[in-house]
C-alpha cells in the first residue's frame, strides 16, 4: 500500500504509520504521476475531495495508475457536492468518464454522518 500527498507533513504522519511501502509526495491533478500505468488493483481516497484540494481534473490520472478490472473507491463529503464550484461538475465528469469507457460505476452509497453534521457520498468505479 502507497500514500500520495502534497502535503510533507502529513505524509510524515502517514510513514509513523509504518503501513504504507512507498510515500509519494506529489499532487494528484493533471499531471502525469512517477506511476507506471496498471500498477495499483485498488485505489481509495477520502477526504481529499474538499475545497482547495483535489480537482475533477485528477480523475484520468487515478484511472491511469490502476489495473484494469481494479476499484477506485472515492468518498466525498456530501455537502460539497452542491456547495463546491469544482464539485459541482464531480459526479457529471465521473459520468463522462464512464460514457468514454474508462471505468463503470459499481455503487454510489450515502454514509450517513460521515462527519460531524453531514453525510458523505461513497463512489465506487471499476476500471476498464
Known sequence: MDALDANKEMLDIAESKKVYRNLIHDLLGPNRLQIADNTYDALCCSGSFSDGHLKCDCLEEMIRVVKPGGVICLIVKEAFLETVE????LEPRMSELQDKGLWERTS???AEEYVENG?????IYKVL
Do not use: A, D, W
Open 108 to 110: 454510489r452509497i450515502v
Open 119 to 123: 453525510n458523505g457520498i461513497i463512489f
Open 86 to 89: 469544482e464539485y459541482k461538475r
